[in-house]
Nanobody
Framework: VQLQASGGGLVQTGGSLRLSCAAS????????LRWYRQAPGNYQRELVA????????NYADSVKGRFTISRDNAENTVYLQMNNLKPEDTAVYYC??????????????WGQGTQVTVSS
């Protein structure tokens, strides 16, 4: 299973970006999908948002009201719509997924990361 993230870039404060992450491979179904970010100089990744198979979503306090996570189960894709971006949103964004392969137990996978830079 591979996760391919895209959609990052350079945007001014107040701008918007939409990240996508598509899963490929032998997939029975994808349970939870998540977006993390790692800011410059930070060694830990921060959970930004997650969405369950039943479309229940949760957000970090820092992005509530500005970011929206969604998923397309038919395309095995998760999205992160980011509005009203701030310089502190600058980070490498990673997608993460719990995937059932051939109906076995769930395994966790990471995408390669996409850079988001917000200029002031």
């Amino acid at each position: 299973v591979q996760l391919q993230a895209s959609g990052g870039g350079l945007v001014q404060t107040g701008g918007s970006l939409r990240l996508s992450c598509a899963a490929s491979g032998i997939i029975s179904f994808i349970n939870a999908l998540r977006w993390y970010r790692q800011a410059p100089g930070n060694y830990q990744r921060e959970l930004v948002a997650d969405i369950s198979l039943s479309n229940r979503s949760n957000y970090a306090d820092s992005v509530k009201g500005r970011f929206t996570i969604s998923r397309d189960n038919a395309e095995n894709t998760v999205y992160l719509q980011m509005n009203n971006l701030k310089p502190e949103d600058t980070a490498v964004y990673y997608c993460n997924a719990d995937v059932a392969v051939l109906n076995t137990t769930l395994q966790n996978y990471w995408g390669q990361g996409t850079q988001v830079t917000v200029s002031s």
